[in-house]
Every structure is written in structure tokens, then in C-alpha cells.
């Protein structure tokens, strides 16, 4: 696996790579399923794959369905909709029955670029993270995608994994050990903390290197887990360096800005600064990278914030 494959190709692979090793793995799509790349597990397990149609809702009650007669189903959709049309089901038949299904939830973000607003998914974190017993996991690149695959089937009880359409900068190589509300510090520093999810880790990191120049330590911790939060982390790198950054590519009502903002104000009162999509639709574009960087998501802007929330200590 490359790190710098797009998101949903690895997860793909992975998630078909798995079907290999345990049998009770099932995989259920809406005719996205060349988008999703859930058609790869379909081509190799054709009696355990199952093709909804454009039905979101209906996909998630075969999915607990599944659950109930003790399959692993993965449900798979794009998140925009999956977060708008299935929402009740997810909170009913998911959540408040506590069943063991997996969402993995495709093109998430901006990254389905040339779709529109319609299909951006931009507020789908804030939704799941609201729904008691949903775990939330928003993997950085390729390699993590891809590991996440197994630990997700192999947990108890509702996840929400949000998967890109694009490539992310890399970030990770196959010594990536992962656990489900475990963040992942990428680099030390003493001055200011970044807080990244998604594609902005990669990003946070090369702000990291721009701040360095400039004299500027800067930590960079991953939280590929919004729920359940990290808050150990998060409030040793506030106490650590007084002053943080979040970064996401979702807006920043209701995300990782947030959920940190959350935890700072009842734990460990700390400057910060949220980098994310500033409450408004986005537009379309000619590539997911310029997307985000027309819409408070580029490197500058990490480096912007770093700096400003420095001047606040």
C-alpha cells in the first residue's frame, strides 16, 4: 500500500484483502460502488456483497439487518448523503439499538470537487459525533485508511469511518500502529500545537516546517479519532505549549475545532485558533487541493493561525 494512493483505493483494497480473513464480513453499497470501491470485495465475494440501489436509508436497515443475525456489514455510501438521507436510521437502528454496523462513509469532505455543494460533505462529523454510541475515526492517508479496515470490524458497536476520494499527502508508512481514541503525536515542538484530522494532518505538517523557518516549534498531533476524543493528549499539548491550532476539512461548527474547543474550556482553558471551512457552502473547483486552499484550508492558513494564536498568549 502507498501512502499517496487516493484514500478510497486503499480502502478498497484493504476492506477486500479482509474478506479473505474472516468470512463474517459483509459489504453493502447504493450503486456507488465504483466510487466507493466496495466493487472490489464485490468481484471477489459476490454471495456476501450486496447492491442496495440509490436507497441511503434502506441500506442502513439491511445493514443492521446483517448486524442482528451476526454478520460484520459495511455500509457504504458517499457521507454527504449517507449524513442527510440516512440520518434517522443511523440514530434509531444504529445507535440507540447499538448495532454493530460499520458506515464507511466515501468521498467525505471537499474531495468529491467537481460534484458541488450538494455533495460536499462538510458537516458530517458534527452530525455523527452527536449520536451517542458512534465512534468517528477520520483517517489521514492511504496506509492509515487501510489499516483502520480490520480494527473497525474487530471493534464492538457503530463506527463511522469518513474515507477521501483524493489522495492526501503522505504521512504514514506501514509501521503505523492505530487505536480507536488513541491520538498520535507527529512532531514535537514547544511554542504552539497544531490538532489536524484527515487530509489537513499532512498539510499541518508541512505548516510545521514553514513555522519552523521562522524559529517557530511547533507540535503537530493527529486526532484520527473525533470520537472518542482523545482529551489526554489534547490537554498535555496545551499544557505543554499554550496555544493551539485545529485543522480539518470539514466547517468548523461542530468538528475536531469543536470537539477540542469542548475539552480546552472544561479542562485546561487554552488560546486556540480553528482552521476549517468558515461556515459557508463550497463551490466547485478544478481539483480537491485547490478547493481547500480557496476555502481556508492551505498551508498559509495553518501558518496564519499558529501565528495569531501565539500573539493571544
Same mark, same amino acid.
Given at each position: 500500500?502507498?501512502?499517496?494512493?487516493?484514500?478510497?483505493?486503499?480502502?478498497?483494497?484493504?476492506?477486500?484483502?479482509? !474478506?479473505?480473513?474472516?468470512?463474517?464480513?459483509? +459489504?453493502?453499497?447504493?450503486?456507488? #460502488?465504483?466510487?466507493?470501491?466496495? #466493487?472490489?470485495?464485490?468481484?471477489?465475494?459476490?454471495? /456476501?456483497?450486496?447492491?442496495?440501489?440509490?436507497?441511503?436509508?434502506? @441500506?442502513?436497515?439491511?445493514?443492521?439487518?446483517?448486524?442482528?443475525?451476526?454478520?460484520?456489514?459495511?455500509?457504504?455510501?458517499?457521507?454527504?448523503?449517507?449524513? @442527510?438521507?440516512?440520518?434517522?436510521?443511523? /440514530?434509531?437502528?444504529?445507535?440507540?439499538?447499538?448495532?454493530?454496523?460499520?458506515? $464507511?462513509?466515501?468521498?467525505?469532505?471537499?474531495?468529491?470537487?467537481?460534484? &458541488?455543494?450538494?455533495?460536499?460533505?462538510?458537516?458530517?462529523?458534527?452530525?455523527?459525533? *452527536? =449520536?451517542?454510541?458512534? /465512534?468517528?475515526?477520520?483517517?489521514?492517508?492511504?496506509?492509515?485508511?487501510?489499516?483502520? +479496515?480490520?480494527?473497525?470490524?474487530?471493534?464492538?458497536?457503530?463506527?463511522?469511518?469518513?474515507?477521501?476520494?483524493?489522495?492526501?499527502?503522505?504521512?504514514?508508512?506501514?509501521?503505523?500502529?492505530?487505536?480507536? &481514541?488513541?491520538?498520535?503525536? @507527529? /512532531?514535537?515542538? !514547544?511554542?504552539?500545537?497544531?490538532?489536524?484530522? &484527515?487530509? =489537513?494532518?499532512?498539510?499541518?505538517?508541512?505548516?510545521?516546517?514553514?513555522?519552523? +523557518?521562522?524559529?517557530? !516549534? $511547533?507540535?503537530?498531533?493527529?486526532?484520527?479519532?473525533?470520537?472518542?476524543?482523545?482529551?489526554?493528549?489534547? #490537554?498535555?499539548?496545551?499544557?505543554?505549549?499554550?496555544?493551539?491550532?485545529?485543522?480539518?476539512?470539514?466547517?468548523? +461548527?461542530?468538528?475536531? &475545532?469543536?470537539?477540542?474547543?469542548?475539552?480546552?474550556?472544561?479542562?485546561?482553558?487554552?488560546?486556540?485558533?480553528?482552521?476549517?471551512?468558515?461556515?459557508?457552502?463550497?463551490?466547485? $473547483?478544478?481539483?480537491?487541493?485547490?478547493?481547500?486552499?480557496?476555502?481556508?484550508?492551505?498551508?498559509?492558513?495553518?501558518? *496564519?493561525?499558529?501565528?495569531?494564536?501565539?500573539?493571544?498568549?
Amino acid at each position: 500500500m502507498t501512502s499517496n494512493m487516493p484514500m478510497r483505493n486503499a480502502y478498497g483494497i484493504a476492506l477486500a484483502d479482509y !474478506g479473505e480473513i474472516n468470512p463474517d464480513v459483509m +459489504v453493502l453499497d447504493v450503486d456507488t #460502488c465504483s466510487s466507493t470501491q466496495s #466493487c472490489l470485495f464485490g468481484e471477489r465475494f459476490p454471495e /456476501r456483497f450486496l447492491n442496495i440501489g440509490i436507497a441511503e436509508p434502506c @441500506l442502513i436497515d439491511v445493514a443492521v439487518g446483517l448486524a442482528l443475525g451476526g454478520m460484520i456489514p459495511f455500509a457504504n455510501g458517499f457521507s454527504a448523503l449517507l449524513a @442527510l438521507r440516512a440520518v434517522e436510521q443511523i /440514530r434509531t437502528c444504529v445507535c440507540y439499538a447499538r448495532t454493530n454496523v460499520k458506515i $464507511a462513509a466515501g468521498y467525505a469532505g471537499v474531495s468529491d470537487y467537481k460534484d &458541488g455543494p450538494t455533495h460536499h460533505s462538510i458537516m458530517d462529523i458534527a452530525t455523527m459525533r *452527536a =449520536m451517542p454510541e458512534m /465512534r468517528v475515526i477520520v483517517p489521514a492517508d492511504a496506509v492509515e485508511a487501510a489499516k483502520w +479496515v480490520p480494527l473497525v470490524a474487530e471493534s464492538d458497536g457503530p463506527v463511522y469511518l469518513r474515507v477521501s476520494r483524493a489522495a492526501t499527502l503522505p504521512v504514514h508508512d506501514e509501521s503505523l500502529q492505530l487505536e480507536i &481514541g488513541k491520538g498520535i503525536t @507527529l /512532531r514535537d515542538g !514547544g511554542d504552539v500545537t497544531v490538532i489536524a484530522t &484527515g487530509s =489537513m494532518v499532512g498539510r499541518s505538517l508541512l505548516a510545521a516546517q514553514d513555522l519552523a +523557518v521562522q524559529g517557530i !516549534g $511547533a507540535r503537530v498531533v493527529e486526532i484520527h479519532t473525533i470520537k472518542p476524543l482523545d482529551v489526554d493528549t489534547i #490537554c498535555r499539548a496545551a499544557e505543554g505549549t499554550g496555544a493551539i491550532v485545529t485543522a480539518e476539512e470539514h466547517s468548523i +461548527v461542530g468538528g475536531l &475545532g469543536g470537539a477540542v474547543a469542548e475539552v480546552l474550556s472544561e479542562h485546561c482553558p487554552t488560546p486556540l485558533e480553528r482552521v476549517g471551512i468558515r461556515d459557508t457552502f463550497t463551490r466547485t $473547483a478544478p481539483d480537491p487541493e485547490s478547493l481547500m486552499d480557496a476555502f481556508g484550508l492551505a498551508v498559509t492558513d495553518i501558518v *496564519a493561525a499558529a501565528k495569531q494564536c501565539l500573539a493571544r498568549k
